[in-house]
């Protein structure tokens, strides 16, 4: 049974850091992009960052470029999404999903992906 599990959410001050983590089971991450995407409720949801095993992260949306990163432990089969300087407008809900293929494309950023996390809460806020 494929899954993936989010966990690492909660509330943070502005400015500060948060790590969350992504854990697949029931396939290998080698053969798959991740996706990380968030969602206020009420909005559009954003793809944020795409990763793969053949080229790293390769899409960074403009909001987090320079603040989000996103790695990837395939022994662990998990993918990380390191995120810094966190601001107000970073609160809602984060996502990962997943789809087999060995290279991001637009689609999967707008959302085309197999299978999806739950999701994990970030709030920021003083």
């Known amino acids: 049974q494929i899954q993936l599990v989010e966990s690492g959410g909660g509330l943070v001050q502005p400015g500060g850091s948060l790590r969350l983590s992504c854990a697949a089971s029931?396939?290998?991450?080698?053969?798959?992009?991740i996706v990380w995407f968030r969602q206020v409720p009420g909005k559009e949801r954003e793809g944020i960052i795409c990763t793969s095993s053949t080229d790293g992260s390769s899409y960074y949306a403009d909001s987090v470029k320079g603040r989000f990163t996103a790695s990837r432990d395939n022994a662990e089969n998990t993918v990380y999404l390191q995120m810094n300087s966190l601001k107000p407008d970073d609160t809602a809900v984060y996502y990962c999903?997943?789809?087999?293929?060995?290279?991001?494309?637009?689609?999967?950023?707008?959302?085309?992906?197999?299978?999806w996390g739950q999701g994990t809460q970030v709030t920021v806020s003083s």
């Open positions: 029931g396939f290998t991450l080698d053969d798959y992009v």
């Open positions: 999903a997943a789809t087999r293929s060995w290279y991001c494309q637009a689609t999967m950023i707008r959302g085309d992906m197999d299978y």
